[in-house]
C-alpha cells in the first residue's frame, strides 16, 4: 500500500519515487492539489510546454475511451527525453482507464493524475493506495504552522521580515487554498516594496476584506465610546456598505456583546469571554471589545439593540435619508457609551 501520509507529502514532491510511476494527487484544498501537481510536471519532463514530453488527458475523455491511458503512458517521446501524462479526473471515475496500467506500469513515463477530494472508498483513490507501482498524496488545508512557513518562505524571498502581530493576521486570515494564500501573501510582499519589515498596517491594507474591517472598526469606535472615530470610520464603512447593512452588523454586534456581558455577569473572566465568545474575538479587536464590555451593561445593551432595530425599521421607510439615520445611530450609541448609567 502506498498511500503518503499528509506530513510525507512535501517530501515525496521533493524527490518522486521513482518505482511509483503513477501518481494521485487528491484533496479539498484544489490549490494545493494544483501546486504539487505542478510541481510533479516540472520534475517529470524538461519542458511541460512540449506535448511531445507531456500529454495532457481529461477525465471525460478517458472515460469514452479508457484504453487511451495505457496508450499515451507507453507511446515511446518522438524526439527522445523524458515524458509525462497529466490527466485531470474531473468528477469522472477513470479507475478502469487505470486499472491496465495499475497492471503493466511504464517505468519510462510519470503519470500525474489530478483528482478533488476523494473519499476513501473512492475507487481511483483505493486503486491507487493498494498499488505499489502507485503513490496517492492527500492534500489538506494547511494549518496555522505551514500558513507560517509560507509566508516567511514568500516574503524572505521578497526580501521582507514581518511584524509578529502581522504575521498573526495573516495566518489568520489564509487558509483553505494554497494558491489563494501564496497570491494574498505575494500581494502583501508587493504592497510593502521598499520597507524592510511588513507591519499590521500592511496586512490590513492588502489581505484583509475591506468593507468587513471598515464595518468592524466603525462598531468598535462606537461600542468603545470614541465618538470622532465613529464619525470616521463611518465615513469609510459607508464606502462599501449601505446605510441598512451596517445596521445589521450593528445588531449582530450588540447581540454578541450581550452574549458576553452575561457570561462575565455569570464570573467568566474577561479573557476567557474575549476567546471563546461566539464568535472569538480576533486579537486586533480585544482591546475595544474589551472596553465596550467594561462600558455596557447587558440591560443597556438590550436598549442598544431596540435602538438599533429601530433605527433598521426608520431607514427601510425612508430610504433617502438611510445614511443619516445610520449614522446618527450609531453617534448616539458612542455617546452614551461614555455615561454611566445601569
Wanted: proline content about 5%.
Amino acid at each position: 500500500m502506498t498511500a503518503i501520509k499528509a506530513a510525507d507529502v512535501e517530501r515525496f514532491i521533493a524527490r518522486p519515487d521513482l518505482g511509483a510511476p503513477i501518481v494521485l494527487v487528491y484533496g479539498p484544498d484544489a490549490g494545493l492539489v494544483r501546486e504539487r501537481v505542478d510541481a510533479l510536471v516540472r520534475a517529470a519532463v524538461d519542458d511541460p510546454n512540449d506535448p511531445f514530453a507531456l500529454a495532457r488527458l481529461e477525465g471525460e475523455e478517458l472515460s469514452a475511451n479508457p484504453a487511451r491511458l495505457i496508450e499515451e503512458a507507453q507511446t515511446v517521446p518522438l524526439f527522445g527525453g523524458r515524458r509525462a501524462v497529466l490527466v485531470r479526473a474531473g468528477s469522472r471515475n477513470i479507475a478502469p482507464a487505470l486499472e491496465p496500467l495499475i497492471a503493466q506500469p511504464s517505468q519510462e513515463c510519470r503519470v500525474i493524475i489530478e483528482a478533488g477530494d476523494l473519499k476513501k472508498s473512492a475507487p481511483l483513490r483505493t486503486l491507487c493506495e493498494k498499488s505499489k507501482a502507485a503513490a496517492a498524496l492527500p492534500c489538506y488545508a494547511d494549518n496555522a504552522a505551514t500558513i507560517g512557513r509560507l509566508i516567511d518562505d514568500e516574503l524572505r524571498a521578497a526580501g521582507l521580515t514581518i511584524e509578529a502581530d502581522a504575521r498573526a493576521l495573516l495566518v489568520s486570515l489564509l487558509g483553505g487554498d494554497r494558491l489563494a494564500s501564496r497570491s494574498e501573501v505575494g500581494k502583501v510582499a508587493m504592497y510593502a516594496k521598499g520597507k524592510t519589515q511588513v507591519d499590521i498596517a500592511d496586512v490590513r491594507a492588502v489581505a484583509c476584506d475591506a468593507s468587513d474591517m471598515a464595518l468592524d472598526d466603525v462598531l468598535d469606535a462606537a461600542f468603545a465610546g470614541r465618538t470622532a472615530d465613529t464619525e470616521r470610520e463611518f465615513a469609510k464603512a459607508r464606502g462599501g456598505a449601505a446605510p441598512g447593512a451596517i445596521i445589521s452588523a450593528a445588531i449582530r454586534h450588540v447581540a454578541n456583546l450581550h452574549k458576553m456581558r452575561l457570561a462575565l455577569d455569570a464570573g467568566d473572566s474577561l479573557d476567557f469571554v474575549l476567546q471563546r465568545g461566539a464568535p472569538p474575538v480576533h486579537f486586533t479587536r480585544k482591546d475595544d471589545v474589551a472596553a465596550a464590555l467594561r462600558a455596557w451593561t447587558a440591560p443597556r445593551l438590550l436598549r442598544a439593540m431596540a435602538q438599533l432595530a429601530e433605527a433598521s425599521f426608520a431607514a427601510r421607510r425612508q430610504a433617502a435619508l438611510a445614511e443619516s439615520i445610520a449614522q446618527r445611530a450609531l453617534l448616539s450609541l458612542a455617546m452614551s457609551a461614555g455615561r454611566k448609567e445601569s
